[in-house]
């Protein structure tokens, strides 16, 4: 049994084709300037000069550009998320609330379209091998969305089928919407959003392809096998394709909506994730880098932690994991010259750096590592550590003389370490950090670092 399509008015068509993506974009270009004029005779009606600045940075610009990416999808919406979650409070606050709804606000497919794409993979006859086939989607992101189906023997699954156009447009598209934002003011001049670029396009690349997606599931199975209190969906390969990632369906709720669930299960929450991001930068050398909330669900019920997700994970060298060894333990020890020390060796800065960058570069490290410095459980709920990184990091990223962008790894285990700070937050948890880096990191490292037996 197929489902209908019923009528959905979060659902659009994907523009799959260079000219009609282009075409969205130039669109956009026009209804912005068209808001512009508008709103500069309405002031100049009232006996005011508008500035230009005014006239684009409007509510109704904003709405404008949120719509229209999300729509798009793809490329053009992972510029939005990646800008609202990296930028912070560089963005002026009306367009850093519209584009952060890009998280969360994908429209979806029609029906038409995803049995096209269905079809295209899995050949004209796919429905027969079907019980039933959900085609409203469960979620819808950024490059896919996700249906719930049946299969003639039974597997309850959850299929993630990749918007059309997503692989073929990824650079025309980051660059398109860059320059629209850039040129219609709708981004400060002062905020360098080349390196956020730059990532996008290869995150895309790699989320891009399902079936890499699949044997990254597939890997972190078989990693957290013996781990009752984590849930892995299984990997269905004779339905995945590069377009198509098949696994098994997994109940659960949303993470963050156990925010006010007792502060012990909310606390062993975020100790589990924060354990788990310790054996997989120290252990497996793996990483899910992904922040979105999206990628953990709960069972209630059975108290397990659902991992969503895998198109953007990373491999981390020995050697990368060894930095951050001997700069957790320096940190820990008071030690700024072996904090600069593992600063130089991760590529933070270079040996040419001025001394005061250094030391901020190094304060900076201090505070990020607080939690894991303090002396018992660290509460997550009442710190203002993230306004104080934003400050310093703001500081130091708009001073020119200082303009070094570190290691790609680093960047997607700081989007990873970034986004686990902000669910600790959301849940408001109590974590005793330095404990779980003794049981779940290389503690024996990190007495060999010391000299301690």
Known sequence: MVDKDTPNPQSSAVPSSRLGRLARIGSMASSVAGNMLVAGVQQLAQGKRPKLSDLLLTPANARKVAQQLAQ???????VGQLISMDAGELLPPELAAILGRLRSDAHAMPQRQVQAVLTANWGAQWQQRFAHFSFTPIAAASI????????????DLAIKIQYPGVRKSISSDVNNVASLLRLSGLLPKTLDVAPLLAEAKRQLREEAD??????YLQRFFDLLAGAPEFVVPALHADLTTKNVLAMSFVEGVPVESMENAPQEERDRMVS?????LFRELFEFGLMQTDPNFANYRYNPAS?????????????FTPAFGQAYVQLMHAAMAGDRAGMARAGLAIGYFSAQTQPQHQEAVLDIFQMALEPLCYQGAYDFGTTDMAQRLRQAGMALGLDRDFWHIPPIDTLFLHRKLGGLFLLAARLRARVNVGQLLQENGPYMALNAASGTP
């Open 72 to 78: 798009m999808r793809g490329a053009a919406m992972k």
């Open 144 to 155: 896919g969305q996700v249906h719930r189906a049946t299969t003639t023997d039974g597997r």
């Open 210 to 215: 399902y079936q890499a997606e699949g044997a």
């Open 272 to 276: 589990l994730l924060v354990g788990l």
């Open 303 to 315: 108290k397990q932690l659902i991992l969503l997700d895998f198109g953007a994970t990373r491999s």
